[in-house]
């Protein structure tokens, strides 16, 4: 069965230090992958897409940044937070844009 | 830019009551729509995915429904449980990656 991890699970960073969160699918092979922000109240939104290695999409335009060294793993970075930066990571998977979104666990990223 | 709307932001009921969340689209170009869970501080857990061309789904005690032409979908839970609490998420797909959430509603079940 597939198994999508995250981690760190929480994280507190000061304003303009940098962040590398990770998150590795397991169990599928070219996944299609996601990464997205929760604020409090607010709905999910959609960062970045990535149909492969190397195959970045950007929907919002932010100080952060994702790569997608390998085939299952998918990296969120930023070289400097901003207090706005604060929220829930979450990455998620497909086999195909068509099908079902399967969600991890979610990194609590707070910036102080 | 498609906009997705769940009414009411949050809801109780009493243990064993059916009930059914709400969730409204503004384009019905819409490739699929799915259902989530979420528990706090947790990730999203998938419950149901209607393709444009099916009119609903179930799963157990859930069932899903979805009509493009209204710009509707309504998730039925029946014979509702302590152990439903939670934020129930929807999300509209036009294909090509591009997915639209709602911002939710949270259900508490009263024992």
């Known amino acids: 069965s597939q198994t999508i991890h995250q981690w760190p699970a929480t994280l507190v960073q000061p304003v303009g230090s940098p962040l590398s969160l990770e998150c590795t699918v397991e169990g599928t092979s070219n996944p299609n992958l996601y990464w997205y922000r929760q604020a409090a109240g607010r709905g999910l939104q959609l960062l970045f897409y990535?149909?492969?290695?190397?195959?970045i999409s950007s929907e919002v335009p932010q100080n952060l940044s994702a790569s997608r060294p390998q085939d299952r793993q998918f990296i969120l970075s930023s070289k400097k937070l901003l207090l706005s930066d604060s929220g829930f990571y979450l990455c998620a998977w497909n086999v195909d844009w068509a099908y079902e979104q399967y969600f991890g666990p979610g990194t609590r990223l707070t910036v102080t | 830019k498609q906009e997705v709307t769940q009414i009411p932001a949050a809801l109780s009921v009493p243990e064993g009551e059916n009930l059914v969340l709400n969730c409204s689209f503004t384009d019905s170009a819409i490739y699929n729509l799915q259902w989530f869970r979420q528990d706090p501080g947790k990730g999203l857990t998938s419950l149901l995915l209607i393709q444009s061309s099916q009119r609903e789904q179930t799963s157990g005690r859930l069932n899903a429904s979805l009509d493009k032409s209204s710009g509707r979908s309504t998730l039925y839970i029946a014979a509702s449980q302590p152990g439903d609490s939670a934020t129930y998420l929807c999300?509209?797909?036009?294909?090509?990656?591009?997915?639209?959430f709602g911002t939710g509603t949270s259900l508490t079940v009263i024992p």
């Open positions: 999300a509209a797909s036009r294909g090509g990656n591009q997915f639209y």
């Open positions: 990535s149909i492969g290695i190397d195959q």
